[in-house]
């Protein structure tokens, strides 16, 4: 263990003991001499200007608490393990599209893996040992991304024109942002709209012209938000109108039973080993996707509505294997 390591360790004990703590107990801690410690609690004093004080009736060392309150070493100081957990944490945010804060953490990661190298770890691995598979990935442009986040933490409004894939138009509109949503390997912007006086879901890769506007955005209180967003199936909003009543067969009931389609979803085994998920819905669209991919794996028990609809894509997706 390093001297860097030693002293963020011991600063770590005296923070997690509320009592002195003896020189021998410091030593099997950090896994040195004694001589050492007194090395390190000289560093800490006179160095690092840490409060330690040894209190001679307990036979211990203890740090004292500061009136601003619990001492924290200058600076900015990580372990090992918390250097390597960053550098984790950067390998998954750069996989994703667009790549999260890649220019921005670049200098920072330089800094981390020549720390780690010259306590002898290795960070070559990570891109060997990590697999990220994107499926479905829709490329948003970056510079779009980037004004999304500034409109949405600095609460300001945005004016773009947006693409509606259904409809095949595109529309202009005035938004002010609420939240940035990572779904399905996907970016979504949860806005109020002010041409429909709404809550509006937008998907970043269908935003054609965009442009942050000094207006100050309006604000949603989160408690409307989640009734709205998270009521219902999927990425649509809106209160849910009616429970999907799926049957999984006994093959597929292993697996579905451990995913979470909903946060309100209910399952049960029947005897024969199927499995029933209910769960509700506003929109339809997104549900018969999910549903389709099980092919006959899953039936649709409720309501008939949907089951219709389920039926009649199977029935002409049947017509175009049966033309010869």
Not at 126 to 148: P, Q, Y
Not at 199 to 212: H, M, N, P, S
Request: with cysteine.
């Amino acid at each position: 263990m390093s001297t860097f390591d030693r002293i963020y360790e011991l600063r770590t004990i005296f923070h997690s003991h509320r009592y002195p703590v003896s020189l021998a107990e410091l030593a099997r801690s950090l896994e040195c001499s004694p001589a050492t410690v007194k090395r390190l609690i000289a560093k800490l004093r006179h160095e690092l200007g840490a409060p330690v004080r040894y209190d001679a009736k307990r036979n211990g060392y203890i740090l004292e608490q500061e009136e601003c309150g619990p001492y924290e070493l200058p600076g900015l100081w990580f372990s090992v393990s918390e250097l390597q957990a960053l550098l984790t944490i950067h390998e998954l945010l750069s996989h994703l599209q667009p790549a999260i804060l890649q220019a921005e953490f670049t200098l920072f990661r330089k800094r981390i893996e020549s720390i780690l190298a010259a306590n002898g770890v290795a960070t070559d691995e990570l891109g060997r040992r990590f697999r990220i598979l994107g499926i479905g990935i829709r490329s948003c442009r970056s510079d779009h991304f980037r004004i999304a986040v500034t409109a949405t933490l600095q609460r300001r409004r945005l004016a773009l024109r947006y693409h509606s894939r259904e409809k095949d138009q595109v529309s202009r509109r005035i938004v002010s942002p609420q939240r940035l949503v990572y779904y399905r390997e996907n970016w979504y912007l949860d806005s109020w709209c002010h041409e429909r006086r709404d809550l509006r879901t937008l998907a970043l890769e269908r935003i054609r012209t965009l442009k942050l506007l000094d207006a100050p955005a309006r604000d949603i209180p989160d408690k409307q938000l989640d009734a709205h967003y998270g009521a219902s199936y999927g990425i649509f909003g809106g209160p849910p109108a009616q429970t999907a009543i799926l049957r999984f067969t006994p093959e597929r009931a292993r697996w579905v039973a451990e995913e979470r389609w909903h946060p309100d979803q209910q399952g049960t085994f029947n005897r024969d080993g199927s499995y029933e998920l209910a769960l509700p819905f506003s929109d339809s669209r997104e549900l018969i996707l999910d549903i389709l991919r099980y092919g006959p794996d899953v039936e649709v028990l409720a309501p008939g509505s949907l089951r219709s609809e389920v039926k009649t894509r199977l029935q002409a997706a049947l017509k175009k294997y049966q033309k010869k």
